[in-house]
């Protein structure tokens, strides 16, 4: 017996002694509790994500992050105002080269700031996984322009958060600003003087490569022979952290939690399948977007409340360790949101959302749609 079979029985005992599986299920579950972990290829590819969420509470003006980037890039911030008075946030975009530059904004999402971090994360999300915001910026040479495209969204109270995420592709090296400066300054004005701000212990924040990842099922998903099959993103076991470097400092950081890097979920089934997504790490709002033979559209996560997972007991580290195994459990604790029934093949695009707390399973199992 193996080691991760061995934690399964210890598991199923416990619950059993604790009375939280009933008889029946405890009966069967081999094949209605039990998942299975799916194997899948990962690939990373495309541009440059710049991430700026340290310091997360801002306490003071100054430059959130910068750093240089060129081609195809992601940019994602988020901060909240942790001062007594209002701010503003501005986006400086600076052409560092000869001649004119062109940024063409191909897809963003943002949402007006507020004290609500899971209405803000999912609002931003939702936004981009929609897939209608475009949007262009010329700069002649050595020009610098600052970039608030809803001018009220930028403007931030005490205690309020914001949060945006735009792909953009710059035909020629461009420097990014992110500040946080006093209401009524002019942002061009305050940049010639403003100082870096330090990161805070959480250190996350950064310029890493490759800002998309693809992973795809090995093989196709037959639940007659795998039973409840789940993929997971996000714990850093299965699914890497990207490391990239602090461009303030030279530093070397974890993107933990995956932030601003953008999956495409490949799927193919040899049966109707039901698709859920399952929260592991606590409380989650986000959204996803599927494709589904020349179909597609945007799924809340989850649908019908603004947040999920705060109904989840915590894992033990047995239960958490056999997951990694791959065993993982559907109890009555276990929740869900779906993200439909398909046929043949499917593919999602997924983004760990903003304010939200990392593992998810993507849970494959039997369609209730035959």
């Known amino acids: 017996m193996n080691f991760a079979k061995k934690i399964f029985a210890t598991i199923m005992t416990a619950l059993a002694s604790l009375n939280l599986l009933t008889p029946a299920a405890h009966a069967e579950y081999k094949t209605s509790t039990v998942m299975h972990k799916l194997e899948v290829y990962s690939h990373d590819s495309g541009g440059t994500l710049i991430f700026s969420d340290s310091p997360e509470y801002v306490r003071r003006n100054g430059i959130l992050y910068t ?22 946030f501005a986006i400086i975009f600076e052409n560092t080269a000869k001649g ?17 971090y899971f209405s803000v994360g ?26 608030q495209p809803y001018d009220d969204y930028f403007l931030l109270k005490p205690g309020q958060l914001i949060h945006g995420v735009c792909d953009f592709t710059a035909s020629k090296p461009v420097k990014i600003f992110l500040l946080m400066y006093p209401e009524n300054a002019d942002p061009l004005d305050f940049l010639t003087y403003a100082e870096i701000l330090p990161k805070d212990e959480h250190r996350l924040r950064g310029t890493f490569k490759q800002m998309n990842r693809t992973l795809t099922l090995k093989q196709p998903y037959d639940w007659e022979r ?3 099959g789940y993929i997971l993103i996000g714990d850093n076991v299965n699914d890497l952290f990207k490391r990239g470097v602090d461009a303030t400092d030279g530093s070397e950081v974890v993107n933990y939690g ?64 056999a997951r990694v195994e791959g065993i993982s459990l559907m109890t009555d604790g276990t929740e869900l949101t779906e993200l439909g029934n398909y046929r043949g093949q499917v593919s999602f695009e997924y983004s760990p959302p903003g304010a939200s707390n990392l593992p998810v399973n993507i849970v494959l199992m039997p369609s209730n749609q035959r």
Do not use: W
């Open 258 to 321: 995956n932030y601003g890097i953008n999956y495409t979920l490949n799927f193919r089934m040899k049966f109707p399948t039901r698709f859920c997504l399952s929260p592991l790490g606590g409380h989650y709002a986000g959204a996803l977007r599927y494709k589904y033979f020349g179909n597609s559209g945007v799924i809340q996560t989850p649908t019908q409340r603004l947040y999920f997972g705060d109904r989840t007991p915590p894992e033990s580290p047995n239960v958490a360790q």
């Open 100 to 116: 004119k530059n062109v940024i063409k904004i191909t897809r963003g999402g943002l949402s007006e700031p507020n004290k609500n």
């Open 67 to 88: 750093d240089t980037v060129s081609g195809d890039a992601r940019l994602l911030f988020y901060h909240l105002n942790d001062t007594g008075v209002r701010k503003r």
């Open 122 to 147: 999912k609002i931003a999300q939702t936004m981009y996984m929609q897939d209608n915001f475009t949007d262009k910026i010329e700069l002649k040479h050595y020009e610098r322009k600052v970039y």
């Open 226 to 228: 795998d039973g409840l």
